[in-house]
């Protein structure tokens, strides 16, 4: 079956400093989604990409989809304090059924 | 707009109740999906639905069962719960797939 991994599983960082997360399908996707889950609540829609190599910024977020459609990436310049959550990509090849990768969660140390 | 609202909070059951998780939605939205939640697996797909009276299985359908009789109203059944059912699920819907994903509170749910 259709599997999305994400790496790191973890990640801590001073305030100020970069973050990234990787999201790897083994298949193929027609598109992917960004969400973060802060703690203790819901998942909260992100952004969307959906051609090859696209790259959207919001504000200190930067997400790329790439070349081949099985990976991305979401990172973050120069986090703060409010940027703390767990980051979730969620893939799609039928538009009808997304599959979460494991998530990272990103501490920042004040 | 509530946006999608789902009941209980919390619920604890005993190995082999049953019970119905609520989901409802004011946006009008199609498409309506049940994920379950757990420490380190992320979010898996239990059924989706795509229309009043459209439903179909997802990656862990087993142990639920779900109905779509309105747009608004998307209820996942436990029928006979289990302790590997403990987790915390979320209901989410779209204004039809794959557009952005608004997810309700989560209904945390313990099977002792």
């Known amino acids: 079956g259709q599997q999305v991994m994400q790496i790191p599983q973890y990640q801590h960082v001073q305030e100020g400093e970069d973050f990234t997360t990787y999201c790897n399908s083994s298949t193929t996707l027609s598109n992917i989604q960004w969400y973060k889950q802060r703690p203790g609540g819901h998942p909260v829609f992100l952004i969307q990409l959906v051609k090859s190599g696209e790259v959207k910024k919001q504000k200190r977020l930067t997400f790329q989809f790439g070349e081949a459609k099985k990976n991305s990436s979401l990172h973050i310049t120069a986090t703060q304090t409010t940027d703390v959550g767990t980051y979730f990509c969620?893939?799609?090849?039928?538009?009808?059924?997304?599959?979460f990768g494991t998530g990272t969660s990103l501490t920042v140390i004040p | 707009n509530a946006g999608v609202t789902q009941t209980p909070k919390f619920q604890v059951l005993k190995t082999g109740q049953s019970m119905t998780l609520q989901c409802a939605q004011d946006?009008?939205?199609?498409?309506m999906s049940w994920y379950r939640q757990d420490p380190g697996m992320g979010l898996r797909l239990i059924h989706y639905s795509v229309g009043a009276g459209i439903t179909d299985q997802g990656e862990v359908p087993n142990g639920y069962n779900v109905s779509r009789s309105t747009t608004e109203d998307f209820p996942l059944r436990l029928l006979s719960a289990a302790p590997s059912q403990t987790s915390v699920y979320f209901c989410?819907?779209?204004?039809?797939?794959?557009?952005?994903?608004?997810f309700g509170p989560g209904t945390r749910l313990t099977v002792l």
């Open positions: 946006m009008n939205h199609e498409y």
């Open positions: 969620a893939g799609t090849n039928t538009g009808n059924q997304f599959y």
């Open positions: 989410a819907s779209s204004l039809t797939p794959p557009n952005e994903q608004f």
